[in-house]
């Protein structure tokens, strides 16, 4: 990754950010 913001709060939002992010991402695709 790039962009590194926040290693301690990424480190327990990585779960939920990566899953979030997978999901909207997917959708777009979809979408598109």
């Known amino acids: ?3 590194e913001p ?3 709060e990424t480190s327990r939002s990585s779960d939920r950010q ?3 992010i997978a999901g909207v991402t997917a959708e777009r695709s ?3």
């Open 18 to 20: 990566d899953s979030s």
């Open 6 to 8: 926040t290693t301690r």
């Open 30 to 32: 979809s979408d598109a």
């Open 1 to 3: 990754c790039s962009e």
